[in-house]
């Protein structure tokens, strides 16, 4: 079964700094999507940035960027130039990729609380 | 932007009782989920629902769980008999394809007293 670990229950950033999420995942299968959920205290699930295991690059979303490390199976969040609205809980997901078969559910590590100081 | 909604978004029942969770996907989606959220915990998966049947479902949802599309814009999850541990926050999530991105609705905060 697929695992994700996230190993860093909070984390606290300086607004405008820079900060780095850890998650790892174990898995057998090749194909693949991981995932970055933003929950803040509305606890509504927010999607933040999504990699597929077969492009190299690593994906951006403006002040969000991963570093997927496929063979060490690692997946990070760097969020940069922090601001006080990415006060959040924010979850790494994974789930399997390719066609055929039924499970497509997301795996959710435990989450980080990030905490962001003025 | 189209987005999932939920209702209500707090229910408070007794023990025993029965709730109806109701979700309303993004229209063009065909994938549908339902998570739950214990406070403090992790986000768990219950059920994935296609082509009006279930496609998976995992340990939670036991006989007390049941899902239903009613209507070509309703998902709902039933609970029969609701249990103190059924306290939490249930998400519907919706995808336009088997693999496409889940789109999660605001959740709705169940306790059971």
């Known amino acids: 079964a697929q695992t994700v670990t996230q190993s860093q229950p909070e984390m606290s950033v300086q607004e405008a700094e820079t900060v780095t999420l850890s998650c790892t995942y174990d898995?057998?299968?090749?194909?693949?999507?991981l995932f970055w959920y933003k929950q803040p205290p509305s606890r509504q699930m927010i999607l933040v940035i999504r990699?597929?295991?077969?492009?190299?690059q690593n994906a951006t979303e403006n002040r969000f960027s991963v570093n997927f490390q496929k063979a060490a199976k690692s997946f990070s969040l760097k969020i940069s130039d922090s601001q006080l609205g990415d006060a959040a809980m924010y979850f790494c997901?994974?789930?399997?990729?390719?066609?055929?078969?039924?499970?497509?559910?997301?795996?959710f590590g435990k989450g980080t609380l990030l905490t962001v100081n003025p | 932007e189209p987005e999932v909604t939920q209702t209500p978004s707090h229910q408070v029942t007794q023990m025993g009782q029965e709730v109806i969770l109701r979700c309303v996907p993004i229209?063009?989606?065909?994938?549908f989920y339902w998570y739950r959220q214990i406070l403090g915990q992790k986000v768990e998966f219950l059920v994935s629902?296609?082509?009006?049947?279930?496609?998976?479902k995992s340990e939670i949802f036991d006989d007390q769980f049941s899902v239903e599309r009613p209507d070509g814009s309703n998902f709902t999850l039933k609970i029969r008999s609701t249990k103190l541990e059924d306290s939490a926050m249930y998400f519907c999530?919706?995808?336009?394809?088997?693999?496409?991105?889940?789109?999660f609705g605001p959740g709705t905060r169940l306790t059971v007293l």
């Open positions: 229209s063009n989606h065909l994938y």
């Open positions: 629902f296609y082509n009006n049947e279930i496609s998976e």
């Open positions: 898995t057998s299968e090749s194909d693949y999507y």
């Open positions: 999530a919706s995808g336009a394809s088997a693999t496409d991105t889940q789109y």
């Open positions: 990699q597929e295991a077969y492009k190299q």
């Open positions: 997901a994974y789930r399997r990729g390719g066609s055929g078969g039924s499970n497509y559910k997301l795996t």
